[in-house]
């Protein structure tokens, strides 16, 4: 797999969480009026971007970094997850969050299946090239 349809492949999933998490926040704001839901549309899509593109460079450059295989998939997703939990963390603890884990849990649910799923297919692409 080229460079560019790596990155463009990554760029996907970003756009695809900043729509799918926007979308959601609209949702689930919109009772409360267009201000609202358009702030909540923005915020939680932008969020949703800028963590999901941190989180797949992170998990592919230890992937790439600790040999690949087995040990890279472990040492990916466990960095990854690490960044998935302390960036909400540590905002909701600095916003005053009463309930953190309960607030951030469905987050982290999704973002560590997304985050092994996308390793365990960058392995498998790799070994079905033949770069061992």
């Known amino acids: ?10 760029l996907l999933n970003a756009t695809a969480a900043l729509l799918g998490y926007g979308a959601w926040a609209v949702y689930a704001n ?19 971007f800028i963590s999901t593109l941190s989180i797949t460079i992170v998990a592919k450059w230890i992937y790439a970094k600790c040999g690949r295989g087995k040990m890279g998939i472990f040492a990916g997703f466990t960095a990854s997850f690490l960044v998935m939990l ?13 309930d953190i884990l309960e607030t951030i849990l469905p987050g982290l649910v999704w973002g560590a299946i997304y985050s092994l799923g996308f390793l365990i297919l960058t392995e498998r692409k790799r070994l079905a090239q033949g770069s061992h």
């Open 1 to 10: 797999m080229s460079k560019a349809s790596q990155y463009s492949t990554v």
């Open 30 to 48: 919109f009772e409360h009026g267009q201000e609202a839901w358009l702030m909540a549309g923005i915020v939680q899509g932008v969020y949703a």
């Open 86 to 98: 302390a960036i909400p963390f540590s905002v909701h603890s600095v916003a005053g969050t009463p």
